[in-house]
């Protein structure tokens, strides 16, 4: 059983950073993409950023773009979510998630590509 377990949410000012923690267990995720999404209060969940966990490439959401890096540590199973230069529109509930079968192409962004989900972390943004 996949279990996805989400850490590092907090409250932090704008212009801050903060580091988000997704350890991952009960397979092994080389041939996994892994993806980070957030929801906001009344708004759609939303793709952030993925990782195709063999090899490394990644993808973000021009939303983060240069300011979000999404990196993963095979040796803890773990991926992370840095969170540089945050704004208050940054402020959602973060989740982890995990796709054993989806390319690493245009679908990565779907929530529906993703089989395996964390609890989620909140991270809030002041101004």
């Known amino acids: 059983q996949v279990q996805l377990v989400e850490s590092g949410g907090g409250l932090v000012q704008a212009g801050g950073s903060l580091r988000l923690s997704c350890a991952a267990s009960g397979r092994t995720f080389s041939s996994y993409v892994m993806g980070w999404f957030r929801q906001a209060p009344g708004k759609e969940r939303e793709f952030v950023a993925a990782?195709?966990?063999?090899?490394?490439?990644?993808y973000y959401a021009d939303s983060v773009k240069g300011r979000f890096t999404i990196s993963r540590d095979n040796a803890k199973n773990t991926v992370y979510l840095q969170m540089n230069n945050l704004r208050p529109e940054d402020t959602a509930n973060y989740y982890c998630a995990a796709s054993r079968s989806c390319p690493f192409d245009s679908n990565i962004i779907f929530e529906r590509s993703y089989a395996y989900w964390g609890q989620g972390t909140q991270v809030t943004v002041s101004s």
């Open positions: 990782i195709r966990w063999s090899g490394g490439s990644t």
